[in-house]
């Protein structure tokens, strides 16, 4: 990133030397790459979301062991519907 950058300035530098033409062409190709970048993908937050963890109670481990697993199970199911979302976003910007 900082290298277009640099190239940026160098390039603003050097428009003092250009002609009307070239400057008019190199502000078409930048507006055509800026045009045909892809739009940046912002994810939900359930993609983002963090697992809260299960914390020991005075229980017996093996209900402690369904309580974590019911509360993967909703994590799966985070990540699933977080699929879902971007298997859509991605076929309609393929339109």
Do not use: Y
């Not at 050097?14 to 062409?25: A, D, F, M, V, Y």
């Not at 983002?48 to 369904?66: C, G, N, Q």
Request: charged share 25%; with cysteine; glycine share 2%.
């Amino acid at each position: 990133m900082a290298i277009r950058a640099l190239i940026l300035i160098a390039a603003i530098a050097l428009t003092g030397c250009q002609s009307n033409k070239e400057r008019l062409k190199a502000a078409s190709v930048a507006k055509g790459e800026t045009a045909a970048r892809k739009p940046v993908l912002v994810l939900p937050a359930a993609c983002t979301a963090v697992m809260e963890r299960v914390k020991l109670r005075d229980e017996p481990w093996v209900i402690h062991s369904w309580r974590w697993n019911v509360a993967a199970d909703n994590r799966d199911q985070l990540a699933r519907d977080c699929q879902a979302w971007v298997d859509d976003f991605n076929k309609r910007i393929a339109q």
